[in-house]
């Protein structure tokens, strides 16, 4: 069904960033949102571990860029983690903590894919 809205959010080592694309019939695309927030997944690491700090601002940048695009409507989402979380030691736990605190369910890219 047309317009379809599809939101892609890269939650990658240093930035979440965020696309709201509507399509239209004749696969026409414009951005209805757009974002980039610095958040630090990839810094600061303690014993090959993400820190609580930027796990927060990750959860927190994702629960505000959901709420704006959810201003747009109804649209299928599409999430995607990269780097920071695949070579994390705790890179699954800031994963299943994501999905508690946003239920949103990132997909871990592998480093062919990215």
Not at 23 to 46: F, H, P, Q
Not at 52 to 72: Q, R, Y
């Amino acid at each position: 069904m047309y317009p379809k809205k599809i939101a892609l959010i890269d939650i990658g080592t240093l930035k979440v960033k965020v696309q709201l694309r509507e399509y239209t019939s004749s696969n026409e695309m414009k951005v209805l949102y757009k974002t980039s927030i610095r958040t630090a997944l990839g810094r600061d690491w303690i014993d090959n571990c993400i820190q609580k700090t930027p796990i927060v601002n990750t959860i927190n940048a994702l629960k505000n860029v959901v709420a704006e695009m959810d201003k747009f409507g109804q649209y299928e989402l599409q999430t995607i983690g990269t780097e920071a979380l695949r070579k994390a030691d705790n890179g699954q736990e800031v994963l299943i903590e994501i999905k508690q605190q946003t239920s949103i369910e990132p997909e871990l890219l592998n480093q062919e894919i990215e």
